[in-house]
Each structure stands twice: as C-alpha cells, then as structure tokens.
C-alpha cells in the first residue's frame, strides 16, 4: 500500500521523475516499496535505543558464518584422512584461507558472547511478556541450534584439540541413562570416532543446523514483527502507550554501528591473531589433556563435579529443571510488570545462574593453572600447535611425528638432552630452548655459570627458590641426566 502523500504512486498523477524506470518496473512487479516500507518503518515504543541492537548484531554474524563458511567449505573433505590435510592447505596455503577461517573461528565466539547479551537485554527488559511467548520459544530454539553449531563445527579441523575435546563432549552424552550410549554411537557414526563421525558433524554443520537456523531465524523475525517491539522497561508489553519512532532511521544506524564494530574487532583479531590449527588427532596419544572451547568451560567444570549415582543429577536432571525454568519463562511469568526493580526473583535466578557458569568456567582455567602436571601438558599442547603453524605446508602428513620432524641438533648427545627437556616440560616454565618465561628464569647461558658437576648438584638438589617456584622434582637416569646436561651447556 503506497502512502498518500508520496504523488508518483498515484495513477493520474505524470511519469514520476525521480525515480528511474527500473524502480517503477521493479515495484510493479514485486511491490519493492511496500517492502521497505514494512522493514523499515517498524514504529519503535519510546524511540530508538542501543540496547536493543544485539538482535541485528546476530543476524550480521549468522550472515558472515554463511559467507566464510562456503569458502571453508570449498576446500574442505570431511574424511578421517583428508580433513586436517585441507585444513592446513587453507591455513597455510590459500591466499587469505587464515584470514577467512580466523574470520569463522572468531566469528563463532562472537556469536555465543552476542547471543548472551541478546539474551540478558530480553531477560532484564522483560520483553517476553505480553504475547511473545512463540518469539521467546524460537529464541531458545536459536540458542540450542547455535550451541549446536559450535559443538559440531569444532571437530571439523580434525587436529588433536578437535579430535579430544569431541571425544569427551560425545563420552558425556553416554552419560544419559538407557538411550545414552546409543545417542552416543549415533553421532559417532559408531564406537569411534572417525570419518563417519567427521562425515555426521559435517552434515549437521553444513546443512541440516543451518537450514533449521534459517527456518528459526525467519520465525523469530517475523514473530518479532507481529508481536511489535517491546520498548522500554516502563512500557506496557501489550499496548504501547509511549511515542514511537520508526526503525529508519536512528535505530538502524544504530545497529549498522554496531556491526561496524563487530567487523572491526574480528577482523582485527584474525588478522594479528590467526586462529591456530595443531598437529593432525593422533588418537594414540594417551597423555593429550583434552579441553573444550572456552563457552563450554564451565560445563565442563560442571560434569566433573558429579560423580557415581549421583551423576544423573548433575547431567540430566539439574539441567533439564534450569531449562525447563528457562524455556517456560514467560509461560508462568505472565505479570506485566517488566521493570527488573520490580521482578526480584526472576533477576535473582539469572544472576545467580549467570554467575554460577562464570564461576565455574573461571574455576576450569585457574585450576589448570595451578597444578604443575596439567600446566605443563597444557603449555606442551600449545607448543605442539604452534610448531605445527610454523611448518610450512606439507601434503599428507598423515599423523608423521613432530618429534621426527624438527631437526636434530648435531651431537647426538645433545639432541637426546634436547628431547629429556621437552619430554619433562622443562619448556613449561623456562621457556622453548630455555629462552625464560615470567615463571622461570632462561636456561641460556646456564653452562657459563654452572659447569657440568655443579649443574647435576643443582638439578639433584632443587634450591628454595625452585622449589617456591614449582620446579618438579625429578628423576633422571644416569644417562638422561648427563645428556641433560650436554644439551643445558649447549644454550648459548
Ligand atoms: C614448574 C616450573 C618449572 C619446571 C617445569 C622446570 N623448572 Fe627449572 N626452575 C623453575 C624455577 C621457579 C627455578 C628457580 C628460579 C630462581 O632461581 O629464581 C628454576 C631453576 C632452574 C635452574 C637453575 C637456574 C639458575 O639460573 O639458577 C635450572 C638449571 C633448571 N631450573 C632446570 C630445569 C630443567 C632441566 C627442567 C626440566 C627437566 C626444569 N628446570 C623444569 C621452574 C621450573
């Protein structure tokens, strides 16, 4: 419907002027006009606000996902044999293949912090009242696909990282009772995981998640739509009753900002911080401590503290009351009041959730922090990754050691030195080559200072301050000690 006061909708009215035939011709046809005019001028109670920016801000990162995932996927094979492989010619090799894949890796963390803050913005407005409990729904719907999301596209790269950290999140779900273990081999693609299982994250990544992304996302911004925009806090959720302004044009500048902003800082982070890929998942390795991406620290913190019969609890049924509570929010909060002074209790609950999960996921990482076994494993992890992104690109390495590839130093002595010290994580606290770290001091030099004799009294017999330090006490051989020793005297 065209607005009275525009003239060149009217049909006796001359050839409109201003706008060019192709307008003219695209707006009989598909009623462009009529369009725009319903997306953009959505009346907005009490006028346009930056709290309210956070839902546009996910459709922008969605979008992103979209595009730099076709491109990922481009290149990509979802087998057992090929998926590192590719992953690595596209980190290595493709012009601008790091940036894009950074751009997606960030992007995906992206979304879970907007998504939380989406989420508190609704939750603190009240703005699942007054008829929207369908738009609230699909929002929750959004929530799990985006999780979702995340938890199968982090197998993808099929490096050590994916393949341990999938291998747990999978073991949890055998945790349910009677059908866990079958769920379990159903994503798997079997008792292992291997190319069914990359094969089955795939699909789920690629199409069927995101097809029900597209579905849910089209249900919620058209429920959004029919329901009008809640307002502010002190607005009535059903009949609005302060002055709108329209979504054009404050508020979409507004959110255009904010995209700014979101494009700003990601592609800053995936330019100066290229996502890292480690070596291929070599399932052999017994010692690998897996651990997930940071959003399911705290979930993982969580399992942990359940253990023997009572792990149900913990897995199934404290989980399912919180989200029951949640998904059915504004099904029994069906006051009008929306003010958060007003609703203690609903407030109560989600900071206290809220925190809980910040708290534990805190816990996860101070605790790998301060015990020394995990820390240096952890570092030795970070180490192996970071090797492997300095190796240039190498078809096919097919789980080849990194061990056998780096090189050799020229005395044989000192090379097995050298690997008694990456072996017992020396590198952990003094540093790669014994450069220092802000733990320990370098190990540099160290044979103009301490000769040989001195150095093995030191190393049999820790001084205070290593031991205040945290130095592991440990026991070498005769033979692995005096080759220690050749490769300590040989930093220089
Ligand atoms: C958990 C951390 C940690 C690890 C792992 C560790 N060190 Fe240390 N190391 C220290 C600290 C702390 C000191 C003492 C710093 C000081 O004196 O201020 C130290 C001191 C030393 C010194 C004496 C340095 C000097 O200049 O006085 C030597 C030699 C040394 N470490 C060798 C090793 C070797 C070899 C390994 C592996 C087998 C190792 N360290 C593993 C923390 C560590």
Not at 322 to 328: E, I, T
Not at 357 to 381: F, K, T
Request: hydrophobic content about 45%; aromatic content about 14%; some cysteine.
């Amino acid at each position: 419907m065209a607005t009275p006061t525009a003239p060149e909708t009217q049909t006796n009215s001359p050839k409109p002027r201003e706008h060019g035939r192709l307008i003219e011709w695209l707006d009989r046809r598909t009623g462009i006009r009529e369009l725009l005019h319903e997306a953009l001028d959505e009346p907005i109670p009490g006028g346009a606000s930056y709290a309210y920016i956070f839902g546009s801000g996910l459709l922008f990162i969605f979008i992103s996902q979209v595009i730099t995932g076709i491109f990922l996927a481009m290149y990509y094979v979802p087998s057992a044999d090929d998926a590192h492989t590719t992953v690595a010619y596209i980190t290595k090799s493709v012009a601008t293949g790091s940036f894009l894949r950074s751009l997606h890796v960030y992007g995906a963390s992206a979304m879970v912090i907007v998504l939380v803050l989406h989420l508190t913005q609704t939750f603190m407005y009240g703005s699942y009242k007054g008829r929207r409990e369908l738009l609230w729904l699909s929002g929750c719907v959004l929530f799990a696909l985006v999780l979702g999301m995340a938890f199968t596209g982090y197998l993808l790269p099929w490096d050590q990282k994916a393949y341990f950290a999938t291998a747990v999140g999978t073991n949890v779900i055998s945790e349910v009772p009677w059908i866990g273990e079958s769920l379990k081999e159903l994503l798997r693609g079997g008792t292992q995981l291997g190319t069914l299982t990359i094969s089955r994250f795939f699909v789920l990544h690629v199409f069927f998640i995101p097809a029900l992304i597209f579905t849910f996302v089209a249900i919620h911004i058209f429920l959004f739509r029919k329901a009008g925009a809640a307002g502010p806090v002190d607005e009535d959720p059903q009949e609005p009753k302060q002055k709108t302004e329209f979504f054009y044009p404050r508020q979409l500048l507004m959110d255009l900002g904010f995209t700014l902003v979101l494009i700003t800082v990601l592609g800053a982070l995936a330019y100066f911080f290229p996502a890292p890929l480690g070596p291929p998942a070599n399932m052999g390795n017994t010692q690998y401590i897996p651990r997930p991406e940071w959003y399911y620290r705290s979930v993982f913190q969580w399992l942990k503290l359940w253990h023997g019969s009572a792990e149900i609890l913990g897995i199934l049924v404290i989980p399912a009351i919180v989200a029951l509570l949640f998904v059915g929010l504004p099904f029994y909060d069906r006051s009008r009041e929306r003010r958060p002074w007003r609703r203690p209790a609903a407030v109560w609950a989600f900071g206290i959730v809220f925190t809980g999960l910040v708290y534990l996921g805190g816990l996860s990482y101070y605790q790998d922090d301060h015990r020394p076994s995990i820390r240096m494993e952890l570092a030795n992890e970070r180490l192996e990754e970071q090797q492997y992104m300095r190796e240039p690109f190498k078809p096919a390495m097919n789980g080849a050691s990194l061990a056998a590839s780096a090189p050799a130093a020229a005395n044989p002595l000192v090379a097995q030195g050298k690997k008694v010290f990456q072996s017992n994580s020396c590198f952990a606290c003094h540093g790669e080559g014994g450069v220092g770290t802000s733990i320990a001091p370098k190990l540099i030099g160290i044979g103009s200072k301490f000769n040989p004799t001195q150095l093995q009294y030191l190393l049999t017999h820790p001084t205070p301050k290593m031991n205040a330090g945290g130095m592991p006490h440990f026991k070498f051989t005769p033979q692995q000690m005096k080759a220690l020793i050749s490769y300590l005297d040989s930093l220089k």
